[in-house]
C-alpha cells in the first residue's frame, strides 16, 4: 500500500498574505510542516502542491519536493486531486501548510485508522478545545456521532448549549484529511454543496453527498496559522521545542567553539593611546572554560580578528585551539573540530552575528546571545539570556554542566 502525503500551499491568503513563507526561527512555515510530516513513519513520498514559483523555490531550497498545480485549484483538496491524477498512491494524506505544530504521531494515527477498518474511507482529527475557542469563527469545530463519523463541521459554535446546566464537550477541527484513492476521485466528481458554500469548509461537501468522515480525536497540538497573532504564538511555541531539543543535544557536547567580540566580549573596541587593541573580559566565562576543561569538555576558538590582548587571554585560559583573523568561519571550523577528533553532533558554537550564522549549521548545537539580533536568534538552536561579555560563555557551561552531572546521576 503506498501512501503519499500532500501539502497544498497558496500564496493569497486574506488574513496572512504569503503564509507558507512566513519565517518561523529561521524557516519559512513550509519546512517546518514538511519536516513533522518527515519524522511520521510510514509515509512513502511527500510533496507540496503550489501554483506560485516562490513557494516552489522555497521548497526545492530545503531539499522537498514540489509538484506545480493549476492556479485555477480553489481549494487545498483541489490541489490533493492533481497530484493523484499524476502521481500514484492507494491512500493520500492532505496536510495543510498552516500546521507546523503538527505532532508526526497524528499522521500515525490517521494511518492506523485506514489498516484496522477497511471501510473507512476517509478520515480526519480533532482535540478537545475551550468554549472560548469555541466561540471563534476562525476555529472550526465538528460533532460526531457514536461510531465517530462526523455528524457536522461549523465555525458556529457547535454543538449550541442551550441547557446551561449540561456541560458540553467541544472538538476542534484539525485540518488534516487522509483519503482512499476511491474517495478522493469520488470527491473529485462532486460538485461543491450548499453547505459548503455557506460555511466555507470543503468537507461538508462529502457529508451532503453522505460519504462518510471518520474523526479521530488526538492531543491539543496548537493552534494552526490563520492570523498575524496566530504566527506570533506559533513562533513562541517553536522556539520553546527547539530550545527543549538544544539543551538535550548539549548532553553530547565534547568541544565548545566560541566566537570573541560579541561573546566573549560585549563586542567593544577599545584603543589604548598607542593604539594597541584592549579588550574587556568577563571573569565567570574564564572559570567556565575552566570547568569544562576539568570536565574533559574542549573549548576552542574561532574569531576573525587578532590581536596582543585575545592571545594572551587564550594563554592564561590554557586555550590551545585557536583559529584567529579568519573571515571564513566555515573552513576553519571544520579543521577544528577534525584536529579536536569530535564530531559536528558533539559540537557545540557560540556566536553573535552574521559570519557567526554562516557555521550555525555546522555544529549539532549553534548558540547565540541574548543581545543578538534578531535575525541570529531566528537562526540559532539556543539564545540565551545574557548578553555578550556579561557570563553569556558561563550561561553555556552552566548548562551543559548540569546536563553532564544529572546524566551521571542516573
Known sequence: MKIMAVIPARYASTRLPGKPLADICGKPMIQHVYELISRAEGLDDIVVATDDARIADAVRAFGGKVFMTSPDCQSGS??????????????????????P?????????LLAAFK?????????????????????????????DDAGNALYFSRSLIPYVRNTLESACFLGHIGIYAYRAEALQAFSQLPPSPLENLEQLEQLRLLQARIPVRVLKVSPMGAGVDTPEDLERVRVVIRERLRIRALEKLKRVRLVITDVDGVLTDGGLYYGPDG???????????????????AGIRVA???????????????????????????????????IMERCGVTAGET???????????????????VTVGDAPGYVKAKADLVLECRGGRGAFREVVDVILKKAWAQRSC
Not at 484496522?116 to 472550526?140: F, K, W
Not at 592571545?311 to 566555515?330: C, M, P, Q, S, Y
Not at 559570519?355 to 549539532?364: H, Y
Open 101 to 109: 505544530l503538527l505532532e508526526p504521531s497524528a499522521i500515525e494515527k
Open 116 to 144: 484496522s477498518d477497511d471501510g473507512v474511507q476517509v478520515v480526519t482529527l480533532c482535540s478537545p478545545i475551550s468554549e472560548e475557542q469555541a466561540r471563534s469563527p476562525h476555529q472550526v469545530k465538528v460533532v460526531c
Open 78 to 99: 483541489d490541489r490533493v486531486r492533481e497530484v493523484a491524477g499524476s502521481l500514484s498512491a492507494d491512500i493520500y494524506i492532505n496536510v495543510q501548510g498552516d500546521e
Open 348 to 366: 557545540a558554537f557560540i556566536g553573535d552575528d552574521i559570519p557567526d550564522m554562516e557555521v550555525f549549521d555546522l555544529c549539532g548545537v549553534s
Open 276 to 294: 594597541e587593541c584592549l579588550k574587556r573580559f568577563h571573569a565567570r566565562d574564564g572559570l567556565g572554560v575552566k570547568l569544562l576543561q576539568k
Open 301 to 335: 576558538v574561532l574569531s576573525g580578528r587578532d590581536c596582543p590582548a585575545l592571545r594572551r587571554r587564550l594563554t592564561d585560559l590554557g586555550i590551545t585551539e585557536a583559529v584567529l583573523g579568519k573571515l571564513d568561519k566555515r573552513a576553519m571550523l571544520a579543521g
